[in-house]
């Protein structure tokens, strides 16, 4: 198998293991609609800040999310580049 081709099946695979989880879908399911602050994502999950911030987290390592800083609050959108790879991965995917 080619460089490139292990490369891009190793960026799948991380990113379907963060998918992996309701609450990461959840969250993800919630930024789909648009940017959001964190105490917004909390009161849409009923789930407390630092449980948020701890999946936000991963999900930012994973380039899945990106965040905006403007003070103390930051607003998180979807990473448009996580879009075109899962979305790549899941046309592939599928049986013909």
């Known amino acids: 198998m080619k460089q490139q081709a292990k490369r891009e099946l190793k960026e799948w695979a991380r990113g379907f293991r963060l998918l992996g989880d309701p609450t990461r879908l959840g969250i993800l399911r919630l930024l789909a609609g648009g940017p959001k602050k ?3 994502l909390c009161k849409a999950l009923g789930l407390q800040q630092p449980n948020v911030s701890h999946h936000l987290g991963l999900l ?3 380039r899945l999310v990106d965040g905006t800083r403007k003070g103390k609050a930051v607003t998180y959108s979807i990473e448009k580049h996580a879009i075109k790879v899962l979305s790549s991965a899941c046309l592939k995917l599928t049986p013909k």
Do not use: D, Q
């Open 38 to 40: 964190v105490k917004a």
């Open 60 to 62: 930012r390592g994973g």
